[in-house]
Nanobody, 126 residues
Framework: QVQLIESGGGLVQAGGSLRLSCAAS????????MGWFRQAPGKVREFVAAIDWSGSSTAYPDSVKGRFTISRDNAKNTVYLQMNSLKPEDTAVYYC???????????????????WGQGTQVTVSA
């Protein structure tokens, strides 16, 4: 069984920054790819970032590329999402997810991940 716990969300003004953390327990964290997704009210879940098991490969959609950075610390069983230059349209609940089948896969679809955290709210005011 895997547990993922996100933290770091909050209210920030447009142009500001936040760093989200996702702490994992229950499996060998360092052997799995991880991802971040977000969901705004009334919208479908959206891919935000992915990172392979080693941290050497990452992927982002165009909507966050250059502003968001995903990283991981395998010694701490934690994955991070550094978010800079935040915009009101970044407002959403952010979820981290673990891919138990893709050591190096940078999955962009939610169905590629089996384990999810409870989410953390990020609100960006104009």
């Amino acid at each position: 069984q895997v547990q993922l716990i996100e933290s770091g969300g909050g209210l920030v003004q447009a142009g500001g920054s936040l760093r989200l953390s996702c702490a994992a327990s229950g499996r060998t964290f360092s052997t799995y790819a991880m991802g971040w997704f977000r969901q705004a009210p009334g919208k479908v879940r959206e891919f935000v970032a992915a990172i392979d098991w080693s941290g050497s490969s990452t992927a982002y959609p165009d909507s966050v590329k250059g502003r968001f950075t995903i990283s991981r610390d395998n010694a701490k069983n934690t994955v991070y999402l550094q978010m800079n230059s935040l915009k009101p349209e970044d407002t959403a609940v952010y979820y981290c997810a673990l891919d138990p089948r893709g050591r190096a896969r940078l999955g962009v679809r939610g169905r590629e991940y089996d384990y999810w955290g409870q989410g953390t709210q990020v609100t960006v005011s104009a």
